[in-house]
């Protein structure tokens, strides 16, 4: 990545940060440009600690932890015990309706399934809800071919 192109792509992130009410240090810049560039889908803090292996894995864990709370990740219980998290690519993150997750029971990767939304589900009079996860759980098409 040449300078110019590096610099408009930290203007870029700064802007994603401010506009999530987080301050940009360098550190951010740098994981929310990891997260935007060199992820696909759902990821794991170890994931990340391999794209930077120069950054502490508690500051990788504040910073996940904050974008998360800022809705700019969101976090996934896939049931398999491991905090995983996907980019959130809504234009308004404050009405984040989530989607559908498929997720292996063999060899645990989760997938997000962006187009899907959750379907709506009818809840009680004065029920108002924080969160909502949906997971599919199978067996991925890679599981399968290994059976055969």
């Given at each position: 990545m040449d300078a110019f192109t590096e610099s408009l792509a930290n203007d870029t992130i700064e802007?994603?940060?401010?506009?999530?009410?987080?301050?940009?240090?360098?550190?951010?810049?740098?994981?929310m440009r990891t997260l935007w560039t060199q992820t696909e889908g759902v990821f794991t803090l170890q994931d990340i600690a391999e794209m930077l292996p120069s950054m502490d894995h508690s500051t990788l864990f504040r910073a996940l932890t904050l974008f998360a709370e800022k809705q700019l990740l969101h976090h996934i219980d896939d049931g398999s015990g491991m905090q995983k998290y996907c980019v959130c690519h809504c234009a308004d993150h404050q009405h984040h309706q989530g989607h559908v997750h498929l997720t292996c029971t063999r060899c645990?990767?989760?997938?997000?399934?962006?187009?899907?939304?959750?379907?709506?589900?009818?809840?009680?009079?004065?029920?108002?809800?924080?969160?909502?996860?949906?997971?599919?759980?199978?067996i991925c098409s890679r599981c399968q071919r290994k059976e055969s």
């Open positions: 802007q994603i940060l401010e506009n999530a009410g987080i301050r940009s240090t360098a550190l951010r810049i740098l994981v645990h990767q989760t997938l997000c399934m962006e187009n899907v939304p959750i379907p709506a589900v009818p809840l009680p009079q004065g029920f108002i809800p924080n969160e909502a996860e949906y997971i599919i759980k199978g």
